[in-house]
C-alpha cells in the first residue's frame, strides 16, 4: 500500500535528484531541463494502481487539497531557491 510517507519521500526524492534546477526553466530547444529520476519513473510505472488507490484515499478523507499545497510549496520553493543561488552565482 501506498502511504502518505511514500508519497511525501517520492516528492523530496524527486526535488532532490533535480537538486537546483526549477520545474519553470526550459532549455533553448523548449525541453524542460528537470527529469524524473529512474526511482520515480519506476515507481509511477510499477506502483501505478497504488498511487491510484492512495489519491482516491486522501481525495475520501478530505486530505487532498493539502498534498497539492504540500507540492506547490515544495516547487516554489525550490524555484525561489533556484533563482536566489542563480543571483548569487551572478554576484561573483
Given at each position: 500500500m501506498f502511504t502518505l510517507t511514500d508519497f511525501q519521500d517520492a516528492i523530496e526524492?524527486?526535488?532532490?535528484?533535480?537538486?537546483n534546477k526549477s520545474i519553470f526553466?526550459?532549455?533553448?530547444?523548449?525541453?524542460?531541463?528537470c527529469n524524473p529520476s529512474r526511482k520515480t519513473t519506476d515507481l509511477l510505472i510499477h506502483q501505478t494502481a497504488d498511487i491510484s488507490?492512495?489519491?482516491q484515499s486522501i481525495k475520501k478523507d478530505g486530505k487532498y487539497e493539502q498534498q497539492l499545497?504540500?507540492?506547490a510549496d515544495k516547487s516554489i520553493k525550490l524555484f525561489m531557491?533556484?533563482?536566489l543561488l542563480s543571483n548569487q552565482k551572478n554576484l561573483l
Open positions: 526524492h524527486q526535488i532532490l535528484h533535480n537538486r526553466y526550459e532549455l533553448e530547444n523548449g525541453n524542460l531541463i488507490q492512495f489519491i499545497r504540500y507540492i531557491e533556484v533563482i
